[in-house]
């Protein structure tokens, strides 16, 4: 599938500090591409590059292979963003608020009311459309939010953490709406910290750190970089040594206690491989080790593969601001 939306070299910095670094991507019509990485990757400055809010310092943005100018409006045209802070003006209703938005990219007045209701039925606020948007739940602005960024019908589509702070419906409503978009062709940008709602959304996805791209791959391709990892706690048994007899066994430092705990991973060939495939077998196999050597086991915890362990284990688990 051809590129609808294409990223190449894109390179930013602000005075000395490289805040994006040559980084490339691309996103098909109808695609859920997940951009991901901690505060400070870069992925803002990205966003408002491809928006045309920022200039890059080398590098391209293309859509359908013309060259994407924030200043030209047929590009603005055909680009929708869902930004993470809240833009939409609490004194007005619901409907005011996308009637605003909407008269700024010129639709004529039959079609601009046309596309209000039908964007304020997709979010589910057809009923509350002439109340004001200060006298609605967090979930429901952020529904209000993604309205206003549909309007237009843009062919891209960027979202930044959209669901944050919401109730499970309404994230299960908006989640909904991004499906139903990529079923009419729309291409969509997915940023979220929400690592699940990536996995479920998008087909590939992305991670950058201090700007840089660390892997870009399919979800599934992704998640086969990172092995499952089974945590088992044991006591009594016979002496330690016998423990590293078992093949893949890493045992843990004591903590003075008589409990120990022993890691293993295991690579599988799927994200759903390791629930009836290989790890069981592999686990099976080390449980009847340990109780070869008379070990008592206290507990199993299963660690599958996922793009929060992936995520953690490129870009570190040390707190960022």
């Known amino acids: 599938m051809s590129a609808l939306l294409e990223v190449k070299e894109l390179t930013r910095s602000f005075d000395a500090r490289r805040v994006v670094d040559q980084l490339s991507f691309s996103v098909s019509a109808g695609e859920a591409f997940g951009l991901l990485g901690p505060n400070g990757a870069g992925k803002s400055t990205t966003m ?38 809240l833009a939409i003006y609490p004194e007005l209703t619901a ?37 004001k948007a200060e006298t609605f739940s967090g979930g429901m602005k952020r529904r209000l939010n993604f309205a206003a960024a549909i309007l237009h019908q843009p062919s891209v589509l960027i979202l930044d953490e959209p669901t944050v702070g919401v109730d499970p419906q309404s994230r299960a409503h908006l989640m909904q709406c991004v499906r139903d978009l990529q079923q009419l062709g729309t291409a969509i940008i997915y940023c979220s910290h929400y690592m699940e709602e990536v996995e479920a959304l998008c087909a590939r996805a992305a991670i950058i750190d201090h ?55 295991q690579r599988v060939a799927t994200q759903q491989a390791s629930e009836t495939g290989d790890l069981s077998v592999a686990v099976a196999d080390v449980l009847q080790a340990l109780a070869e050597r008379q070990f008592h086991v206290l507990s199993i915890h299963t660690f599958e593969p996922s793009l929060e362990r992936l995520f953690l284990k490129l870009t570190g688990a040390r707190l960022r601001d």
Do not use: W
Not at 52 to 78: K, W, Y
Not at 117 to 125: E, F, R, T
């Open 211 to 265: 700007g840089k791209l660390l892997a870009c791959d399919t979800v599934s391709g992704l998640l086969r970089q990172i092995p499952a990892e089974v945590e088992i706690r044991i006591t009594g048994g016979s002496p330690v040594a016998d423990l590293r007899e078992i093949a893949g066994l890493k045992l843990d430092e004591s903590d003075g206690s008589d409990i120990r705990v022993l890691r293993f991973e």
């Open 95 to 131: 409907r005011e608020n996308l009637q605003f938005f909407g008269s700024l990219y010129h639709l004529p007045r039959p079609l601009l009311e046309e596309r209000v209701n039908h964007a304020l039925q997709q979010v589910g606020l057809e009923g509350r459309a002439n109340d």
């Open 48 to 85: 408002m590059m491809i928006c045309g809010i920022l200039e890059a310092d080398s590098g391209t943005v293309t859509l359908a292979g013309e060259p994407l100018s924030g200043q030209d409006p047929n590009s603005r045209q055909r680009l929708g963003v869902v930004p993470q802070d």
